[in-house]
């Protein structure tokens, strides 16, 4: 899946677009997937159009336009629109979407995938087996180390 995330619309009120891009690199790391986010408006100056920032290409509608118009460019040039996922809260542009037979996610939506990746991450690390006493003693001596003696340290 390739997923296209109207920025403005995700970012909302309560993020900076630098707090947005450090969620959206999170998530491309965690999911392993590709995105592309589209903002409203002309280029940044630290990420010019096209720039990466860890994993997520970052893209811009122009001067004057929105990201909903370059984001249905983006579906009505794409050859299989069906891998592709438009996380956006706008009606219109959802309903678009879906007409190009692409997958709709809701900016909520996205954020609870996102959030159930993390939880999915942090459980995954805590049920990783600790090493037992023996084990911990075989490690100690393959290092140099006799048992008693790191115990001394």
Same mark, same amino acid.
């Given at each position: 899946?390739?997923?296209?995330?109207?920025?403005?619309?995700?970012?909302?009120?309560?993020?900076?677009?630098?707090?947005?891009?450090?969620?959206?690199?999170?998530?491309?790391? /965690? !999911?392993? &997937?590709?995105?592309?986010?589209?903002?409203?408006? #002309?280029?940044? =100056?630290?990420?010019? $159009?096209?720039?990466?920032?860890?994993?997520?290409?970052?893209?811009?509608?122009?001067?004057?336009?929105?990201?909903?118009?370059?984001?249905?460019?983006?579906?009505?040039?794409?050859?299989?629109?069906?891998?592709?996922?438009?996380?956006?809260?706008?009606?219109?542009?959802?309903?678009?979407?879906?007409?190009?037979?692409?997958?709709? /996610? !809701?900016? &909520?939506?996205?954020?609870?995938?996102?959030?159930? #990746?993390?939880? =999915?991450?942090?459980? $995954?690390?805590?049920?990783?087996?600790?090493?037992?006493?023996?084990?911990?003693?075989?490690?100690?001596?393959?290092?140099?180390?006799?048992?008693?003696?790191?115990?001394?340290?």
């Amino acid at each position: 899946m390739f997923y296209i995330v109207d920025g403005n619309n995700l970012m909302g009120r309560k993020r900076s677009r630098q707090e947005l891009l450090n969620l959206l690199a999170e998530f491309v790391e /965690l !999911k392993k &997937a590709r995105l592309q986010v589209v903002f409203d408006g #002309a280029p940044d =100056k630290h990420y010019p $159009e096209n720039s990466y920032y860890q994993g997520v290409k970052i893209s811009y509608s122009a001067r004057g336009k929105d990201a909903d118009t370059k984001i249905r460019k983006i579906l009505e040039t794409s050859a299989n629109p069906k891998n592709l996922v438009i996380v956006t809260s706008d009606n219109d542009l959802a309903s678009y979407a879906r007409t190009c037979q692409a997958q709709h /996610l !809701k900016a &909520a939506e996205f954020l609870t995938l996102l959030s159930e #990746a993390k939880e =999915k991450q942090i459980s $995954e690390q805590q049920n990783t087996k600790p090493l037992v006493k023996g084990e911990l003693n075989e490690w100690l001596r393959y290092f140099g180390f006799e048992p008693h003696e790191a115990n001394k340290k």
